[in-house]
T-cell receptor
Framework: AQSVTQPDIHITVSEGASLELRCNYS??????LFWYVQSPGQGLQLLLK??????LVQGIKGFEAEFKRSQSSFNLRKPSVHWSDAAEYFC?????????FGAGTTVTVRA | GAVVSQHPSWVICKSGTSVKIECRSL??????MFWYRQFPKQSLMLMAT?????????EQGVEKDKFLINHASLTLSTLTVTSAHPEDSSFYIC?????????????FGQGTRLTVV
């Protein structure tokens, strides 16, 4: 079965520092890949998505992600983190309109 | 992006009663909607796929008689938790998919916090 792995359960980063969240997907055809952010008690907001084409994808809020087929990865990055970026981040893989989510990474931002 | 509205945002009900949660796509027609359940500090688990005009497809382990799904129109799907018990307390999130040619994108509601007492 297709799956998504987020190796890091929790990451703490200083405000202004860079952030990288890891995401790996299981072997398969070129996947549809997504990153979502969830604030406490809220639904999910799409940050960015990859379907095909340029492997470096720009998203909202200054996020970007790079698709690397050789590593089966789709890591999310942000050069300079703001306190408002503290949230839960989910990587997801799409297929047949359904999404399979990773376990999520909690990001804490310290002043 | 498209808007998906979920109602109510939170609900508290007594054990044994039923609760209905609505999911509406406000500015596009969604032939397919999805219902997810999220436990605290955990990821989203797909419960079922709701197709307009047909029966929902449930994931393995999800009781279809307990979680009734109706997708009566292209903009509305409902999830009814029947005879709710405290273990049904959870965060329920719906999403609606809008196909874009060969691509698709899912838009999520804001979620419903269900507490059964």
């Amino acid at each position: 079965a297709q799956s998504v792995t987020q190796p890091d359960i929790h990451i703490t980063v200083s405000e202004g520092a860079s952030l990288e969240l890891r995401c790996n997907y299981s072997y398969g055809a070129t996947p549809y890949l997504f990153w979502y952010v969830q604030s406490p008690g809220q639904g999910l907001q799409l940050l960015l998505k990859y379907f095909s084409g340029d492997t470096l994808v720009q998203g909202i809020k200054g996020f970007e992600a790079e698709f690397k087929r050789s590593q089966s990865s789709f890591n999310l990055r942000k050069p300079s983190v703001h306190w408002s970026d503290a949230a839960e981040y989910f990587c997801a893989r799409g297929g047949d309109y359904k999404l399979s989510f990773g376990a999520g990474t909690t990001v804490t931002v310290r002043a | 992006g498209a808007v998906v509205s979920q109602h109510p945002s939170w609900v508290i009900c007594k054990s044994g009663t039923s609760v209905k949660i609505e999911c509406r796509s406000l500015d596009f027609q969604a032939t397919t909607m999805f219902w997810y359940r999220q436990f605290p500090k955990q990821s989203l688990m797909l419960m079922a796929t709701s197709n307009e005009g047909s029966k929902a497809t449930y994931e393995q382990g999800v009781e279809k008689d307990k979680f009734l799904i109706n997708h009566a129109s292209l903009t509305l799907s409902t999830l009814t938790v029947t005879s709710a018990h405290p273990e049904d307390s959870s965060f329920y999130i719906c999403s609606a998919s809008r196909p874009l040619g060969v691509d698709t994108e899912a838009f999520f509601g804001q979620g419903t916090r269900l507490t059964v007492v």
